[in-house]
């Protein structure tokens, strides 16, 4: 009874959360907060990529690698060989999720630190490939990327028509990874990344599953680098560096490691509007987000959705505590 109340809680508030999503356009006073919204999708989708990889004890410093090259694949296809936007998506995620795979067979067989060290290598050496070629439009960068072609009357003015569409393609990147979580695949990632050694004595193979999940984190961070390449419409080497893969990080470590949807995207809701509303220059954001992440890993490791039952546990305690005191009162009351 109780689980069916929960799932129908869960409905009714996914329904009025959809419902909400699809109208937020009209809810909208200016381009710039639907221009937040937007980029508040794209990091949900970061942190999304780096919450699967965390499923299976893997910790990365190369989310962003994989959405730069996204982002710069669907910028050549179109560009230089003339391909439409809505080929070039899947061809991008496709891209990222085979330069995933490419590394992911030297990279993923050791967990840890040395993974986490070699993601964060490959994540600085992109940036460096991007900048030192022309072919990518050297340290300049790529400009003039088309917006996406037109769907019937729909065209790619203003932002309510990207909004739609980083909305469709997150709504899909959550409904599959969801499919994921639930499914064998999604069983065998949680048992890895509680156990892997017991859980290659069950006959799962941790290498498998991880590189599929580093496959899968690539492809996604693809997806959404195309989207940026066109929304954006430049590119720049710089905009891939190490920082935003640690970004994705903080979006899921702020949200909560152990929810892995809902997670990231209250994360990337918060590191995403809060410093534009308080203004936030460049050139501290780094020191900002250093300090959030210190944060969350001395006072709240388990994020801000473990809130509730921490202060619950805290209640809980008091109350026991206080039980406690009045039994010894009186026991003690007599001998006094």
């Not at 990327?145 to 709504?171: N, S």
């Not at 929304?231 to 893969?245: G, R």
């Not at 008091?318 to 009045?326: F, M, P």
Request: hydrophobic fraction near 55%.
């Amino acid at each position: 009874m109780n689980r069916a109340a929960s799932r129908k809680k869960r409905t009714a508030g996914f329904t009025i959360l959809l419902i909400v999503l699809v109208f937020l356009p009209f809810l909208a006073r200016s381009p710039y907060q639907m221009h937040l919204v937007i980029m508040t999708c794209i990091n949900i989708m970061l942190g999304l990529s780096f919450a699967l990889l965390y499923g299976t004890g893997l910790l990365s410093i190369g989310v962003a690698a994989f959405w730069g090259i996204g982002a710069y694949t669907s910028a050549l296809l179109v560009v230089k060989l003339g391909l439409t936007f809505w080929a070039a998506l899947p061809l991008s995620g496709l891209m990222a999720a085979f330069v995933a795979f490419a590394c992911g067979l030297v990279v993923v067989r050791i967990a840890g630190v040395t993974f986490l060290i070699q993601t964060m290598v490959i994540n600085m050496i992109l940036p460096e490939v991007f900048g030192h070629f022309e072919f990518f439009g050297s340290w300049a960068g790529m400009l003039g990327i088309p917006a996406p072609d037109p769907i019937g009357p729909v065209q790619f003015i203003g932002k309510t028509p990207f909004y739609y569409l980083i909305l469709i393609l997150l709504l899909l990147n959550v409904i599959g990874f969801w499919a994921l979580y639930s499914s064998r695949v999604g069983k065998a990632w949680r048992s890895i990344r509680l156990n892997a050694h017991l859980a290659e004595s069950l006959g799962i193979n941790p290498y498998r599953y991880r590189l599929l999940a580093f496959m899968i984190s690539g492809g996604s961070a693809g997806i959404a680098g195309s989207f940026y390449a066109h929304y954006f419409q430049t590119l720049e080497p710089n905009m891939f560096s190490a920082f935003k893969s640690i970004d994705a990080q903080i979006f899921a470590i702020l949200g909560g490691l152990n929810y892995f949807l809902i997670g990231p995207a209250i994360g990337a809701a918060i590191m995403t509007c809060v410093p534009e509303i308080l203004r936030v220059g460049k050139e501290i954001e780094p020191i900002i987000t250093g300090g959030v992440l210190v944060f969350l890993v001395i006072f709240l490791p388990a994020g801000i959705l473990s809130l509730p039952g921490r202060i619950r546990s805290i209640r809980s305690g008091r109350g026991r505590g206080g039980a406690g005191k009045q039994k010894m009162t009186t026991r003690t009351a007599p001998g006094v």
